[in-house]
C-alpha cells in the first residue's frame, strides 16, 4: 500500500521574519535625520531654512526620531519582541531603496552647510518687482514710524501700503541688505535686497530697493552678494518710465553678512 505523502495545508502560510538588516537600515536611518535636525537648530542653521515661528517642530521632530531610534534599536536587539513582516504593498522601489535613499539624504545633509540666497536667486525670483510700486499723481500721506529706523522689509511693506513715491522724499534712510546688480539699471544705480521668509526657504522671495550711489561712485565698487549699510535719504525719481523712490545715498559701509539674514 502506497502511503500519500504530506501536503501542505491550503489557506495563508506562514510570514517570513523580515530582514533584520532592513529593519537596522531602517533604525540608522531615523537616527540620521534626528541628528541632523539637531545639528542644524545648535549650529543656528536651522533659521536659513525655517521661519523662526515653525522652528521648534524640526526640534521636537528631531528628538523623537533620536528617541524611537534607540528605543527600536534596543527593542531589535534584545530580541524582546520579534517585529512581525510587513504587509506586502505595491512599491516603485524594491525593499530597502527608499530607504537607502532617505539615508543618502540624510549623509548629504550631514555634510552639506546651508548658505543663504543670494543675488542670482534674487535676480531670478524678481526682485526688479519693485519698479510696479508707483503712482501716477501724487497725494498726501503720512508714514506712521521714524523712516531712520525702518528696514528693507518695513519700506517694502509701507510702499505696498502707499506707494508714492513723493510722499516719501527727504526722509531718512538707515538700511542693511545685499548688493544685487541687475543688468537694465545704469551703472550708477543699484539695488539693496533682502529675502523674506512666510514658512521655509522654498517660499522665500526678495524684496529690495534702488540705490543711487554719489556721485563719482559706480556700482562696480560693490560686489554682487556683498552686505551694506547705506545711509541716505529718499527721493522720487524715474526708473524704466515710472516713478520710483530712490535712495540717495550718502554713505556706503561694508558689514559682515548676519547671523540672520532673512526677513519675516
Not at 539637531?38 to 523662526?52: C, E, F, I, S
Not at 509701507?158 to 513715491?165: I, M, N
Not at 521655509?200 to 554682487?224: H, I, K
Not at 552686505?227 to 523712490?245: A, H, P
Request: aromatic share 10%; net charge neutral; hydrophobic share 45%.
Amino acid at each position: 500500500m502506497v502511503i500519500p505523502s504530506p501536503t501542505k495545508p491550503l489557506g495563508r502560510s506562514r510570514p517570513a521574519k523580515p530582514d533584520n538588516r532592513l529593519l537596522w537600515l531602517d533604525i540608522i536611518t531615523i537616527f540620521l535625520w534626528g541628528v541632523v535636525m539637531m545639528q542644524y537648530w545648535l549650529t543656528g542653521k536651522l533659521r536659513l531654512l525655517v521661519h523662526p515661528a515653525f522652528s521648534w517642530l524640526c526640534i521636537v521632530a528631531g528628538i523623537l526620531f533620536l528617541l524611537i531610534s534607540v528605543w527600536k534599536g534596543l527593542q531589535l536587539r534584545s530580541r524582546r519582541r520579534v517585529p512581525e513582516a510587513p504587509q506586502q504593498h505595491i512599491s516603485l522601489f524594491p525593499p530597502g531603496w527608499s530607504t537607502g535613499l532617505l539615508l543618502a539624504s540624510a549623509c548629504i545633509a550631514l555634510v552639506f552647510v546651508p548658505r543663504p540666497f543670494a543675488s542670482q536667486v534674487a535676480l531670478e525670483r524678481g526682485v526688479t518687482d519693485f519698479l510696479s510700486m508707483t503712482r501716477i499723481e501724487p497725494e498726501s500721506f503720512r508714514g506712521a514710524n521714524n523712516p531712520e529706523d525702518r528696514s528693507i522689509v518695513d519700506w517694502t511693506r509701507t510702499l505696498s501700503v502707499y506707494p508714492e513715491p513723493d510722499a516719501y522724499a527727504g526722509q531718512p534712510v538707515d538700511v542693511k541688505g545685499f548688493v544685487v546688480h541687475p543688468p537694465n539699471l545704469d551703472e550708477d544705480l543699484m539695488i539693496i535686497a533682502r529675502f523674506m521668509i512666510t514658512c521655509c526657504a522654498a517660499d522665500a522671495y526678495p524684496v529690495g530697493l534702488p540705490v543711487q550711489l554719489p556721485p563719482g561712485t559706480t556700482r562696480n565698487e560693490f560686489e554682487p552678494d556683498v552686505w551694506l549699510r547705506i545711509r541716505g535719504e529718499m527721493k522720487s525719481g524715474r526708473l524704466e518710465d515710472r516713478r520710483q523712490v530712490i535712495i540717495a545715498a550718502e554713505s556706503l559701509e561694508p558689514i559682515p553678512e548676519p547671523d540672520d539674514p532673512y526677513g519675516y
